[in-house]
């Protein structure tokens, strides 16, 4: 049995920014890219909610999977997304790291062996 995501809702704070991380370092494909009359902009009160919940990490954060944690890992860096923890094995048994996206928002990838 396969799974997939559907979709995954990661708030941000400078939708183009987001988009070229996601597709351009990260490598997504881009399948449908809406916005909703104009819903891709925030109010500057909004943008300091957005911020101060993330940075609190109580909003969001997404686990992703590769079967080379060390080559993305280069392309992550190489971005300038703020590391957090570059590739580590963990004594739970996963291989992983961990970063920003540009508006903050926790990533960690794990390795797929």
Do not use: W
């Not at 987001?18 to 881009?30: H, K, M, N, Q």
């Not at 928002?105 to 797929?112: A, D, F, K, M, Q």
Request: aromatic residues 8%; hydrophobic residues 35%.
């Amino acid at each position: 049995m396969d799974i997939t995501i559907h979709y995954a809702f990661l708030p941000h704070t400078d939708a183009d920014a987001s988009l070229a991380f996601y597709r351009d370092t990260l490598g997504f494909e881009v399948r449908n890219d809406v916005g909703y009359q104009g819903l891709r902009g925030i109010t500057d009160d909004e943008r300091r909610t957005v911020l101060e919940l993330i940075a609190k990490g109580s909003y969001t954060a997404i686990t992703l999977a590769t079967d080379d944690l060390d080559t993305l890992f280069g392309k992550i860096e190489a971005s300038g997304a703020e590391v957090l923890q570059e590739p580590a094995d963990q004594p739970y048994g996963v291989r992983d790291c961990a970063f920003r996206d540009p508006s903050g928002n926790l990533v960690r990838i794990n390795e797929v062996r």
